[in-house]
Antibody, heavy 118, light 112 residues
Framework: QVQLQESGPGLVKPSQTLSLTCTVS??????????WSWYRQHPGKGLEWIGY???????YYNPSLKSRVSISLDTSKNQFSLELMSVTAADTAVYYC??????????WGQGTLVTVSS | DIVMTQSPDSLAVSLGERATINCKSS????????????LAWYQQKPGQPPNLLIY???TRESGVPDRFSGSGSGTDFTLTISSLQAEDVAVYYC?????????FGQGTNLEI
């Protein structure tokens, strides 16, 4: 069973960069067939896909965020990371990492609330 | 982007009765190469992450009770809970993973 755990600051100032890491257990981030995704959920709202990184390092992002987002992979630590630049209050949300296998989004982390505020 | 529209937004069902939630996509999510519908259903309870119930539109995830079933193809899909239990109170989402960006329905709030 793949398990994922998000970590990172819970408070980020406006205009700064939000940085989160997802630590994976039960699977290797370098294994073929896995897509490592980030999602978010604004308070009381629905779900939004941010982007994913494939095991080979290929990335795909939501066009609505593409100019501000970067996802990277650290296979030596079995982690992947999210950076979201120039944040505003509209980026306040619960951020989830997830594992897709053969595109199916099987496993999700517990989520971490990130608040953008000065 | 593929727009996913769920109906109804909210649903109240008695214990032991059937609950039906619909999901319609603005484009087909059926891939002709493998005849699979790239459609998932999730259950989300307050303070918890989404829990995958169904994928490929009708395949039940391991450990999910068999009272949950998914059906449909192309652009129209249904999640059915055959006999509602108290623990099924939650918000339910459909998601297409056919094309980027992956998108979700707005959610259906299921109550007793």
């Amino acid at each position: 069973q793949v398990q994922l755990q998000e970590s990172g600051p819970g408070l980020v100032k406006p205009s700064q960069t939000l940085s989160l890491t997802c630590t994976v257990s039960g699977a290797s981030t370098s294994s073929a067939g896995y897509y490592w995704s980030w999602y978010r959920q604004h308070p009381g709202k629905g779900l939004e896909w941010i982007g994913y990184i494939y095991y080979d390092g290929t990335t795909y992002y939501n066009p609505s965020l593409k100019s501000r987002v970067s996802i990277s992979l650290d296979t030596s630590k079995n982690q992947f990371s999210l950076e979201l630049m120039s944040v505003t209050a509209a980026d306040t949300a619960v951020y989830y990492c997830a594992a897709h296998f053969s595109t199916v989004p099987y496993n999700w982390g517990q989520g971490t609330l990130v608040t953008v505020s000065s | 982007d593929i727009v996913m529209t769920q109906s109804p937004d909210s649903l109240a069902v008695s214990l032991g009765e059937r609950a039906t939630i619909n999901c319609k996509s603005s484009q087909s999510v059926l891939h002709s190469s493998n005849n699979k519908n790239y459609l998932a259903w999730y259950q989300q309870k307050p303070g918890q992450p989404p829990n995958l119930l169904i994928y490929w539109a009708s395949t039940r995830e391991s450990g999910v009770p068999d009272r949950f079933s998914g059906s449909g193809s192309g652009t129209d899909f249904t999640l059915t809970i055959s006999s509602l239990q108290a623990e099924d109170v939650a918000v339910y989402y459909c998601q297409q993973y056919y094309s980027i960006p992956y998108t979700f329905g707005q959610g259906t709030n299921l109550e007793i």
